[in-house]
């Protein structure tokens, strides 16, 4: 991983790095991350952890944008980290950019 000075992004591989309808997860000093891929290649990043139980999130399901907690099933959209109703909760989101096949994760401040 790098991490440039005074930078909070950090890079965290290439798309072909981060498994089709599945997670690669980045340890921070946030604790970690899953970044997740879908069937149409959009990048998504939550904290790795469900609202509910704080199942590992990176290793649930991942459909159209959405992932099941591996523990209990609940679907948390990956767009947000909102939990599907009739579930109430939110996993912490990270920004995620792409420039060609590099991915980068906002670890904020």
């Given amino acids: 991983m790098d991490v440039t000075p005074m930078s909070r992004w950090i890079k965290v591989g290439t798309l072909e790095q981060i498994p089709r309808l599945g997670a690669r997860v980045v340890q921070t000093r946030h604790g970690p991350i899953a970044v ?62 792409q420039d060609q096949e590099q991915i980068f994760l906002d670890i904020g401040d």
């Avoid at 509910?52 to 649930?60: C, D, E, I, R």
């Fill in 36 to 97: 997740f891929r879908t069937a149409d290649d959009a990048v998504f990043a939550l904290l790795d952890q469900c609202p509910h139980k704080g199942g590992p999130l990176s290793q649930g399901i991942v459909f159209g944008h959405h992932v099941a907690c591996p523990l209990h099933n609940w679907s948390i959209h990956l767009k947000d980290g909102q939990a599907e109703a009739p579930d109430e909760g939110c996993a912490k989101r990270f920004q995620v950019k």
